[in-house]
């Protein structure tokens, strides 16, 4: 799954939740840009998305602002759409609880 999977060395922090009650595991590897903002990232696990979700990914969620707001407009914008799925993951507020608990814990 282009864009949704680990091992980029240009990724510096990783964070991992396991999803409740899910059997699977949520990772999140990224780095900030210079403006503090969402650059590299990547998302794997034991999910499932349709590849127009992962390309809607991969093009929004560069450029986001690390707050809750700005993570849930980009997981709203993409996996509200009605031709998009992920599976595996629970609730739709994993993704951004997952990413602000690793940048929280990156001590960026």
């Not at 999803?19 to 590299?40: A, H, K, S």
């Not at 992962?54 to 759409?81: C, M, P, Y």
Request: aromatic fraction near 8%; hydrophobic fraction near 40%; charged fraction near 20%.
């Amino acid at each position: 799954m282009n864009g949704f999977r680990a091992g980029r060395s240009d990724l510096i922090c990783l964070c991992g939740r396991r999803p409740q009650p899910q059997l699977g595991v949520l990772q999140v590897r990224f780095c900030p840009d210079r403006r503090e903002n969402i650059g590299g990232r990547a998302v794997s696990g034991d999910l499932i998305a349709n590849p127009a979700a992962i390309t809607a990914w991969n093009k929004v969620s560069v450029g986001a602002h690390w707050s809750r707001e700005a993570l849930w407009q980009v997981v709203d914008q993409i996996f509200l759409q009605p031709q998009h799925y992920l599976l595996g993951v629970g609730p739709l507020k994993t993704i951004p609880d997952t990413i602000l608990k690793g940048y929280a814990s990156s001590g960026k």
